[in-house]
């Protein structure tokens, strides 16, 4: 890490010994800050952070870091729970970068920086000024008007917290408008005065609202009388280059090191080229109109294919590079930045352009040891003036990436002044990479002759919807949980049965496991942890290296969530990767949610999207999402989702992505919502569900002390060790087999209801999962046992004899338990062999 000490100096020490100033605090404030000089009216000197990525280039995994280590302490001190309803303000331009970071390590957080550039058409939800800067007017424009209406926390973040002004300016401004009882302030280095630190405190008392602070390192800069007069005084004499080595001052310009460019040198400029990142359509390039948790899957899938392209402008030789941001725009520049990184040998460097007017001067112990002088290149709304990248010049840089969104890409940015011809003064090798500027379309165009189409909401995520961590899935589902759904099993199936109501429109009533099968689980899930892993860690490596590198996870919900979570904790384990995994419903008869799929091919590249389900039965549901998505095309839906399911056990040979085709117990389908989140399964029903809304489900919150959702997983991601090898070693080998679906379940069903009189396939429950779906939730007639089958049916013969249902063993099966539902079910009906069911 670049820090504020180098070879024994300190970059505060010039200002410091001139002015008489004092830097007080904490022991790594001298390593986060050094101290330069401006032409202000409020504040001649200026903390110069090298944490920030804004004037002093450093390491971007420093700065995304510091950020995201400042974001999970205020995800700790709010808990989880006021964390998922939390939105970060960044301040412009300094913090916009920091503040994206702080809303990373939050997790969940949408996140919202200020501008100083107007935006046509879209609405100011509020605006503040700042007390010492040299340009004061900030603007809040986010896309959605309801983003600061929340009753969640709001988290402002700004690099250094002095005297406090800003953020009081800000919280009076918001709470007039959007009143809320809880804020955080989040700075790098908390640097106020004595006089100033009760001031929060007093302001939250004053406005009835909690006030928490949370800072990096913290102390102040003790000011002698008379400073700001020396301070302009001893700008105005460098600036006219009247200071003199008399005075026992260093030259403001070095031969060797000029610290001041505003012509370039004599060397010949270096290569410019221009590299297409595929910037993702309508991903934000930041968070000026807001950016969600959405856009940052968005973004972290989209990371590495934009980094390759980068790298491969960058000369292979090359022994630093560095990657500069412009203004507000810091947090995509910085995240290429890491990423490359990881991409080149380089070493690579982070810093942004600005508008705050500094002095340089070359002295080892002055934080701005030079700088560049540019135009302005983004059409300003407060007219023409100069820019500055500092301590670039000199910098020993190979090659430089300079990036900036598409409204700044203008004739002044490649003009014979502008900022390409200034870097390329001083580094052989200049690389422009444009990221479109993201516009909100307008809330109401009266020119449209159409109304403008819906919006759909962004997913549900824990803990306010389900028992998961907010980063293992968000649920394409609407929230019904305050809806009375839950039916008795009997009614359920009579009404389903007659064609009075569809098995989707209602809800069973929950299972309550006994004491005795809750010890059946936990037995089974001891004896088959191993045995999912290595069918988690195929199923995984197969979608990874045949499907997609980068692959969208989309578990059908419920049954192929956990599997969907516990696939992407096998990205995680094996190769680093942070998956996004959604839930969406399907329902047999009625197809896949089609809203879910146009969130999806608004937010991923449908070709990456795979579909995740825990088992195949007779390969029902594999027919049904086939059909659907070809449905979903023909009506003018996103083209490119493959309809082919990628499951843990694939009993039926219905599929080709399968981690085995035994058919075994898997502890998840003992049990219902206690051992998925605390959902329940979907529901779609017209008078819940509209035309634009995603299909519904239920959180049971009042079932949390049954739930072992979290403990199931934690129990097969522990036996990812132990499994890895075995799992390489299974799918090289699974890669180079036939896998072509052989369908013989579907056959065996069809055989099945034949020969027991049922003449309906959708009353034949083949496999352990659905065989226990069936004692759980459905009417049973009776059981099929393949002769011989031990352990893993020790739960069915639990329920069964539970229910009064008789288990009936077969010698050709070709799965371990086949589940038969009462057929033509009426409470006395009797079925097919002639004898009335019990219940």
């Given amino acids: 890490m670049r820090n504020a000490v180098n070879n024994g100096v300190w970059s505060g020490t010039w200002v410091a010994e001139r002015l008489g100033l004092e830097l007080v605090g904490d022991d790594a404030l001298p390593q986060m800050l050094g101290l330069a000089l401006r032409r202000n009216p409020k504040r001649a000197h200026l903390l110069v952070s090298h944490v920030l990525g804004k004037h002093v280039p450093q390491s971007p995994a420093v700065v995304h870091g510091h950020g995201l280590a400042l974001g999970r302490r205020v995800r700790e001190l709010l808990g989880p729970e006021e964390a998922a309803k939390a939105v970060v303000l960044g301040y412009a331009e300094t913090a916009t970068g920091l503040g994206h970071c702080v809303a990373d390590g939050v997790g969940v957080a949408a996140y919202l920086h200020s501008t100083r550039r107007p935006v046509p058409g879209v609405a100011t939800a509020g605006g503040f000024e700042e007390s010492h800067s040299h340009a004061t007017s900030h603007l809040l424009l986010p896309e959605d008007p309801t983003l600061l209406v929340g009753d969640g926390p709001l988290v402002l973040v700004d690099d250094e917290f002095s005297t406090g002004n800003t953020v009081l300016n800000t919280i009076r401004d918001l709470h007039g408008r959007y009143p809320r009882d809880r804020y955080v302030v989040v700075a790098l280095v908390d640097m106020r005065s004595a006089a100033d630190a009760g001031r929060l405190d007093d302001f939250a008392r004053e406005i009835g609202a909690r006030v928490d602070l949370v800072a990096t390192a913290s102390g102040t800069v ?17 600036e006219t280059g009247t200071e003199t080595a008399a005075n026992d001052e260093r030259p403001a310009v070095s031969q060797a090191h000029p610290a001041d460019d505003r012509a370039g040198q004599t060397r010949t400029p270096g290569h410019l080229a221009r590299v297409d990142l595929h910037w993702p359509r309508g991903l934000p390039d930041g968070g000026r109109h807001g950016f969600t948790p959405a856009h940052r899957e968005r973004l972290e899938a989209a990371l590495p294919a934009m980094t390759a392209r980068l790298a491969e402008a960058i000369p292979g030789d090359a022994r630093s590079v560095l990657v500069l941001g412009f203004e507000e725009l810091m947090y995509t520049p910085l995240r290429l930045a890491r990423e490359l990184a990881e991409a080149v040998p380089a070493e690579v460097r982070y810093s942004t352009t600005t508008r705050s007017p500094v002095l340089a001067v070359d002295d080892p112990g002055y934080a701005i040891r030079s700088r560049i002088v540019f135009p302005a290149h983004d059409e300003p709304a407060d007219g023409p003036g100069e820019r500055y990248a500092y ?22 940015l490649h003009a014979p002044d502008g900022l390409l011809s200034r870097l390329a003064a001083h580094t052989p090798h200049v690389v422009l990479a444009v990221v479109p500027s993201y516009v909100p379309e307008p809330l109401y165009a009266a020119a449209l002759p159409e109304k403008r189409p819906f919006m759909l909401p962004e997913p549900l995520r824990g803990p306010a919807f389900s028992s998961y961590a907010p980063e293992e899935v968000g649920w394409l589902l609407q929230d019904l949980s305050d809806v009375t759904l839950e039916a008795p099993t009997e009614e359920r199936e009579e009404a389903i049965q007659s064609g009075g109501a569809h098995y989707a429109e209602s809800l069973p009533v929950e299972y309550q496991p006994s004491e005795q099968y809750q010890e ?26 045949e499907r997609s590198p980068r692959p969208v996870l989309v578990s059908l919900a419920r049954a192929g969530t956990p599997v969907g979570v516990l696939m992407r904790r096998w990205a995680q384990f094996r190769h680093g990767l942070d998956l996004p995994h959604y839930a969406v419903s399907i329902v047999r008869g009625r197809g896949i949610d089609a809203n879910a799929l146009r969130w999806l091919a608004a937010h991923h590249d449908p070709r990456d999207v795979v579909f995740v389900d825990g088992w195949t039965g007779k390969g029902a549901i594999t027919r049904e999402l086939a059909a659907a998505i070809e449905e979903f095309e023909a009506g003018g839906g996103a083209a490119g989702f493959d309809p082919e399911i990628a499951v843990l056990a694939d009993p039926g040979s219905c599929v080709r992505t399968y981690g085995t085709r035994d058919d075994f117990l898997i502890p998840s389908a003992c049990l219902n919502s206690t051992v998925s989140g605390l959902i329940s399964r979907t529901v779609l029903r017209a008078d819940l569900v509209g035309p634009d809304d995603f299909h519904g489900a239920k959180f049971y919150r009042e079932l949390a002390g049954a739930d072992v959702s979290v403990a199931f997983l934690d129990a097969v991601v ?68 393949r002769a011989g089958a031990g352990a893993d049916l020790d739960h069915v013969r639990l329920l069964a004899g539970q229910r009064g249902v008789p288990v009936e063993e077969v010698g050709d099966l070709p799965y371990t338990c086949v589940g038969l539902i009462h057929p033509q079910f009426t409470r006395g009906a009797t079925g097919a062999d002639g004898k009335a069911v019990t219940v």
């Fill in 222 to 238: 003790r000011l002698p009388e008379g400073v700001l007069e020396k301070g302009q005084a001893l700008v105005a004499r460098h």
């Fill in 391 to 412: 301590n670039v010049a000199g910098g020993g840089f190979d090659a430089v990436v300079a990036v900036v969104d598409s409204v700044a890409d203008t004739p002044p």
């Fill in 718 to 785: 522990a036996r990812f060790p132990e499994v890895a090898d075995a799992v390489g070693g299974a799918v090289k080998e699974l890669l180079a087999s036939d896998r072509t679906p052989s369908w013989e379940g579907w056959r065996a069903v069809e055989r099945i209801s034949e020969e027991y009189g049922i003449h309906d396939v959708n009353l034949v429950k083949p496999g352990v999962g659905e065989t226990t779906r069936v004692l759980l939730r459905r009417v049973p007639w009776k059981i099929l046992a």
């Fill in 520 to 545: 059946l689980f936990h037995a089974a899930l001891e004896t088959s942890a191993a045995r999912i892993a290595r069918a988690v860690g195929v199923v995984t490596e197969t979608v990874i290296a």
